[in-house]
């Protein structure tokens, strides 16, 4: 494999830069010359493989002017906010290395400009506030409005990730570059798999008795698709950050009594009792639908169709609480993936039980296919022994049931959603980038 550095990294990104102003809209900040860039990404590079005092150092910084930062004062009201230097500094490894550990890589940024004639210097501090991980971690809540200028976070040692405002479009990692390209959530078979339950929340709000007036707002019928999405990324980076590791299992609605009792395919260890209680995210999101429906109809009549803008810009108390509720449930969820064995739930998020261990594995000198785009189309061969136990337990598992789906994260954080798909057990990397 040959391996790339930071000027394949500025190749890319400059393409990608090209790509995106040529689809025309809004004009993005333009980038300085390639040496400039080389010299801005090579440095990051370097500093992300050094120590001060022994700390490894994970920071942000964005090419641009201080009044570039909140050049329309909305972001003000969000905390987004420049501190500047009385006298500007270096753009150098050094000063990156002292002032590296001085910045949340959560909420601040160091802000660096250029110029012919003074070069790459750094002009101050940025304090962004962290809605912007919202991105990538799953959540509601709106991001402060960044201006659309080229960022580079540095997350580890020689991984570098270049963004557009708050746009990912590419990451330096092992010395490969990856862009997002394969997000297997935004698939079309994605979506159908989840078709049915969407259709019961929707059938269910339609019998709710409370809107005798018909005078409610309509629901987008996309909303469940990009709530549910902002549910399993959180699931998804909490099991992430955990260190641990887990496998969450999706089965049809129809199966889950065959699963909670006693069956050949995986022992639960802790079922949970057939109740309501269960199936206490789908009651959640029916309330948020209700919400929604009696707040916008109320401003633009039954015809208007609420989407999910118009869930992320609604400040209401009731709103909120139910928001947090959902995300709290993604938490709970992927810290049941704390005991040994798997969350099993079904496609409409009824939580069956965990701790199951599947009872089975796939042998050493099987295969699987890997795809290499959303629907599965492009794929190539591999061997099971490139992955762990709790990789081998769920392919042997879907090879036996085959309309199950499964999220299988290793305890080195790598993910992969895992599914029958044609005529093979077929798995989807999915990496924090492919959310952005």
């Given at each position: 494999m040959i391996?790339?550095?930071?000027?394949?990294?500025?190749?890319?990104?400059?393409?990608?830069?090209?790509?995106?102003?040529?689809?025309?809209?809004?004009?993005?900040?333009?980038?300085?010359?390639?040496?400039?860039?080389?010299?801005?990404?090579?440095?990051?590079?370097?500093?992300?493989?050094?120590?001060?005092?022994?700390?490894?150092?994970?920071?942000?910084?964005?090419?641009?002017?201080?009044?570039?930062?909140?050049?329309?004062?909305?972001?003000?009201?969000?905390?987004?906010?420049?501190?500047?230097?009385?006298?500007?500094?270096?753009?150098?490894?050094?000063?990156?290395?002292?002032?590296?550990?001085?910045?949340?890589?959560?909420?601040?940024?160091?802000?660096?400009?250029?110029?012919?004639?003074?070069?790459?210097?750094?002009?101050?501090?940025?304090?962004?506030?962290?809605?912007?991980?919202?991105?990538?971690?799953?959540?509601?809540?709106?991001?402060?409005?960044?201006?659309?200028?080229?960022?580079?976070?540095?997350?580890?040692?020689?991984?570098?990730?270049?963004?557009?405002?708050?746009?990912?479009?590419?990451?330096?990692?092992?010395?490969?570059?990856?862009?997002?390209?394969?997000?297997?959530?935004?698939?079309?078979?994605?979506?159908?798999?989840?078709?049915?339950?969407?259709?019961?929340?929707?059938?269910?709000?339609?019998?709710?008795?409370?809107?005798?007036?018909?005078?409610?707002?309509?629901?987008?019928?996309?909303?469940?698709?990009?709530?549910?999405?902002?549910?399993?990324?959180?699931?998804?980076?909490?099991?992430?950050?955990s260190g641990h590791g887990g496998t969450i299992i999706s089965i049809p609605g129809d199966m889950a009594e065959c699963i909670a009792n006693d069956n050949p395919y995986i022992d639960l260890k802790y079922r949970f009792a057939e109740d309501k209680k269960r199936n206490k995210l789908q009651d959640t999101v029916l309330q948020i639908m209700e919400v929604m429906a009696k707040h916008f109809g109320s401003l633009y009549g039954p015809d208007y169709v609420a989407g999910w803008k118009d869930y992320v810009s609604l400040q209401v108390d009731e709103l909120t609480t139910l928001d947090e509720r959902i995300f709290k449930f993604a938490r709970f969820m992927a810290r049941l993936t704390g005991v040994d064995g798997a969350v099993v739930t079904t496609e409409n998020l009824e939580l069956i039980g965990f701790g199951g261990i599947i009872q089975g594995t796939m042998e050493m000198g099987g295969t699987v296919a890997l795809a290499t785009d959303p629907e599965g189309v492009r794929r190539q061969v591999e061997r099971v022994e490139s992955v762990g136990t709790r990789h081998r337990s769920f392919y042997y598992l879907c090879h036996r049931l085959r309309n199950i789906l499964g999220i299988v994260v290793s305890q080195d954080s790598k993910t992969r959603v895992v599914t029958w798909n044609k005529d093979m057990v077929t798995c989807w990397d999915v990496i924090p980038i492919d959310f952005t």
């Open positions: 391996h790339k550095y930071p000027k394949d990294l500025v190749f890319e990104l400059l393409a990608l830069w090209r790509l995106l102003d040529n689809r025309g809209g809004k004009k993005y900040q333009r980038l300085p010359d390639i040496e400039v860039l080389e010299d801005l990404v090579s440095t990051c590079y370097q500093v992300s493989q050094m120590q001060e005092e022994a700390r490894g150092l994970r920071f942000r910084l964005m090419l641009c002017e201080p009044e570039d930062i909140d050049e329309d004062g909305l972001g003000e009201s969000n905390g987004l906010f420049t501190l500047l230097f009385n006298v500007p500094r270096p753009y150098n490894e050094y000063e990156l290395l002292k002032l590296g550990p001085s910045i949340d890589y959560n909420n601040s940024m160091i802000g660096v400009k250029y110029s012919r004639q003074d070069g790459l210097q750094i002009w101050g501090l940025i304090h962004s506030g962290s809605r912007w991980m919202h991105i990538i971690h799953g959540g509601s809540k709106q991001a402060t409005p960044l201006p659309k200028a080229l960022g580079i976070n540095v997350v580890g040692s020689g991984r570098l990730i270049v963004c557009r405002g708050l746009d990912i479009l590419a990451q330096l990692s092992g010395g490969n570059i990856i862009s997002p390209t394969v997000n297997v959530f935004q698939s079309v078979w994605m979506k159908q798999r989840f078709e049915s339950a969407r259709d019961t929340l929707f059938a269910l709000h339609a019998e709710n008795p409370r809107n005798v007036s018909n005078d409610w707002a309509q629901i987008d019928v996309s909303f469940i698709s990009d709530l549910y999405l902002q549910f399993f990324k959180h699931v998804i980076s909490t099991v992430r950050r």
